[in-house]
């Protein structure tokens, strides 16, 4: 409830989340005017952060600091999700000889918790910590068509649906058509959407509630992810996603 908010506690989480990314301005003043706070109260936030480690300056430029590595780490070793992943994604780039990854939702992205790469020396995948966009890759569009389905009409048209290649899905009509396949075909396709000559196929996982939780799918280069193999593909994901869902309590 907005009544329990600590308003300058939620303006610190702000100003991590503007530094986490790299777009964003990294000065007090410039960051002050991003969140909408006066910039005597950046000054505050930012020197509370930089006793504790959470940011650091860097020649009159903010930072994320060290302490923040150790947190993440902390988080993901804790992670039920991330510990179930392991095997299952070691598992898929063995039948596959791709990349496997999976990633959950944080705040209107895809973020990357998870990667097993390919033996293949030429391989393209991000890596853990890494947001991408909800609208062209394969994880992101899992969460709209299932995660945000309810949503679709709200947060929509607050995305930036920039355009990053020539497939990129730029308009919410054409993206809304995507989302119904997905939902129909049980697994996405970021077709060169993202990267050109790289294909990314995605499927669902479960939570025990029922609800899809995270993504798992596989990043390859279209030389060797031919759209010939969009169904092989699609099976071994699937089949992994379901193998992740059952050890997370879905039945």
């Known amino acids: 409830m907005d009544k329990y908010v600590i308003p300058n506690l939620r303006n610190a989480c702000q100003l991590l989340k503007a530094l986490a990314h790299g777009s964003e301005p990294r000065r007090v003043a410039d960051l002050a005017r991003h969140i909408g706070i006066p910039a005597t109260s950046a000054l505050r936030i930012v020197y509370t952060l930089e006793q504790e480690g959470l940011v650091r300056k860097d020649r009159g430029e903010l930072r994320l600091g060290p302490s923040l590595i150790y ?44 990667v097993n790469d390919s033996p293949h020396p030429l391989r393209a995948a991000s890596r853990p910590g890494a947001l991408t966009d909800l609208h062209c890759s394969s994880t992101g569009k899992i969460f709209l068509a299932h995660t945000f389905h309810e949503q679709l009409d709200r947060l929509l048209p607050s995305l930036n649906l920039s355009k990053r290649t020539k497939n990129t899905i730029t308009t919410i009509t ?22 050109p000559g790289v294909r990314c196929l995605a499927a669902p996982v479960t939570g025990s509630n029922g609800s899809v939780i995270a993504a798992i799918g596989i990043t390859a280069a279209t030389t060797r992810f031919t759209k010939a193999d969009t169904l092989r593909m699609a099976g071994y994901v699937t089949a992994a996603a379901t193998a992740l869902s059952r050890r997370l309590g879905h039945f």
């Open 71 to 114: 947190l993440g780490n902390a988080a993901l070793k804790d992670t039920a999700l991330i510990q179930e992943a392991h095997p299952i994604l070691q598992s898929l780039t063995a039948t596959t000889d791709e990349t496997a990854h999976i990633a959950v939702p944080c705040d209107q992205k895809a973020l990357i918790v998870a």
């Open 174 to 195: 054409a993206l809304k058509k995507e989302l119904t396949l997905v939902r129909k075909q049980g697994f996405s396709i970021d077709n060169e959407e993202i990267h």
